[in-house]
């Protein structure tokens, strides 16, 4: 529902606040890494431009930064079938499922497909069932499959270095591509639809705050939480 609700109350896009600004020139130092093979300190001291602000590359975000050039570099062995900062989409399922992967790419073996997503926040993001990492795997694979024919599972990695997590900074989740397929085409396209519904319900959650929904302020479902507590 809260998708209803931004688009009904025409809540501008602010772009975002100092840490996601903060996490975007950290993406941007991380990509540079990849496409050229250079380390992440030697960006310590540029100036990323994100919405019209300017981020400075400093060397405790180049130390977070660089776990994940080192971790692509040690399993992406091969120059064919890598995608860094690739646009994703499936229209087919609907209009405005949409997004930009990190980095994706075939392991030597050809049947597997990795999908690595970088955060650069404190908040731990775990890979298991994330339907942002299953989004762009599905999306990615419905795209290559036809060209990438052995694939048959689909990795997931998150890439987290400055959130403390008992398993450490890299951590993967496998599923059957088939699963994959079946859970885009029985959940992921259904949820995707229910949000055009102009009575979709809204569900207050811990999701409000983790994903910065703009609504939150003027979320009614919300607000009779706080006043029912």
């Not at 900062?85 to 994706?104: F, I, K």
């Not at 993001?125 to 052995?150: C, D, F, W």
């Not at 569900?203 to 939480?225: E, K, V």
Request: aromatic share 8%; charged share 20%.
């Amino acid at each position: 529902g809260s998708v209803n609700l931004i688009a009904r109350l025409a809540i501008p896009d602010d772009g975002g606040n100092e840490f996601s600004r903060e996490g975007s020139a950290a993406h941007e130092v991380a990509a540079a890494c990849l496409n050229s093979g250079d380390d992440a300190w030697t960006h310590v001291g540029d100036v990323v431009k994100i919405d019209g602000h300017s981020i400075p590359v400093t060397p405790e975000m180049t130390d977070a930064v660089q776990v994940y050039p080192d971790y692509a570099r040690s399993i992406a062995t091969i120059k064919a079938g890598i995608f860094i900062e690739h646009p994703v989409g499936m229209p087919e399922l609907h209009r405005d499922l949409h997004g930009t992967l990190d980095l994706g790419f075939i392991h030597a073996d050809g049947i597997t497909l990795e999908i690595v997503d970088y955060k650069h926040g404190f908040g731990v993001v775990e890979p298991e069932n994330n339907p942002q990492l299953m989004t762009y795997g599905a999306s990615l694979l419905s795209r290559i499959k036809h060209i990438y024919t052995k694939i048959e599972r689909v990795k997931f990695t998150i890439v987290q270095p400055r959130a403390a997590h008992p398993k450490g900074p890299v951590r993967s989740w496998t599923v059957y591509a088939r699963d994959l397929e079946k859970w885009a085409a029985e959940v992921l396209g259904p949820a995707a639809h229910a949000t055009d519904k102009p009575d979709a319900p809204l569900t207050p959650g811990a999701h409000c705050h983790d994903y910065y929904c703009p609504a939150r302020n003027q979320c009614p479902a919300l607000r009779a939480n706080f006043l029912a507590d």
